[in-house]
């Protein structure tokens, strides 16, 4: 029988075990080896028999930190940055770097505070301190140790607190760049460029035009140190032609419309990262249900990278 837990005198809602929160955040955390490491952590806060509790507890928070900011910050990505420069005395990327590019890729302050009306350095501290209040706990000396269960559980809370911060605030805060980027990106624009760019479908016929591109979706994908990568998905309506023009005209060749679903990648530069004119484009248009046979499954509408002609 699990034991009740008593509520917040303030709030009247039952309080949640610290356990329980750091496995609440698994869908945060960015990768498998991260999700282990909080479920680790919430399986030492129960083992109120080892003296160690706190401290092995602090080490398994400590590595999930550090495996968090060295996967989505590398100092290779970080150091790409426009707005980054070396501090005095390093040779690499600060932890504040670090968790400034976790939050915003290479976007600079200026944009974000000019066109998005965000601050994000007040954030910024509030994860530094976030980080740092795990280091006490971390090297254990036997005049360090807390044996006292009440602080242990203090200090816990106060650790799984700063865990929830951080996950919370990386996506809060990439919430609140990625719907305003999305909301003024011009969808004409948008349109125009796939219809400039979605290449060639010569293996399907002598020749082809776009008629139209119809733009159904478009998506942030990531915010990285040089570029802000985004997807346009949709259907783009083309004539196919066999034969010449002249072929055409004396009725020897043969025209057809058809259409097709894409899925576009295109990267803007992360000074103007609403400025499609300066954006780089990897396009595909699915052409797998044009080989399929009459038995065949159409699997037109999953996607499959496999089924796409890259141009």
Request: hydrophobic share 40%.
């Amino acid at each position: 029988m699990s034991t009740a837990i008593p509520p917040d005198p303030n709030s009247g809602v039952p309080v949640r075990p610290p356990e329980d929160i750091l496995r609440g955040l698994k869908h945060l955390a960015p990768d498998g080896f991260s999700r282990n490491l909080l479920d680790s952590a919430a399986g030492i806060i129960g083992d109120q028999s080892n003296f160690l509790r706190l401290n092995y507890f602090s080490v398994a928070v400590r590595v999930f930190f550090e495996h968090v900011m060295g996967t989505l910050s590398p100092d290779a990505e970080v150091s790409l940055c426009p707005w980054f420069q070396l501090e005095h005395g390093q040779d690499k990327p600060t932890r504040a770097q670090r968790i400034k590019y976790w939050l915003q890729g290479g976007l600079g302050d200026g944009f974000l505070v000019d066109d998005l009306d965000l601050d994000p350095e007040a954030l910024r501290k509030r994860l530094m301190q976030a980080f740092n209040r795990l280091s006490k706990h971390v090297h254990v000396r036997e005049n360090t140790v807390v044996l006292d269960p009440a602080i242990q559980d203090s200090e816990i809370s106060q650790a799984v607190a700063a865990v929830e911060e951080l996950l919370l605030a990386y996506h809060d805060c990439r919430n609140s760049l990625i719907e305003p980027l999305m909301e003024t990106l011009d969808e004409e624009a948008v349109d125009t460029l796939m219809s400039e760019t979605i290449g060639e479908i010569d293996e399907l016929a002598s020749h082809h035009s776009i008629e139209e591109v119809y733009t159904e979706d478009t998506q942030v994908l990531s915010i990285g140190a040089r570029y802000v990568r985004y997807q346009a998905s949709g259907t783009v309506s083309v004539v196919l032609q066999y034969g010449s023009n002249s072929d055409v005209r004396r009725g020897d060749g043969a025209e057809m419309s058809t259409s097709f679903p894409f899925a576009v990648e295109f990267e803007v530069p992360v000074e103007e990262p609403r400025d499609l004119r300066n954006a780089l484009i990897v396009s595909g248009v699915d052409t797998g249900s044009w080989f399929d046979g009459p038995d065949d499954e159409d699997h037109s509408d999953e996607g499959d990278p496999a089924d796409l002609a890259h141009f």
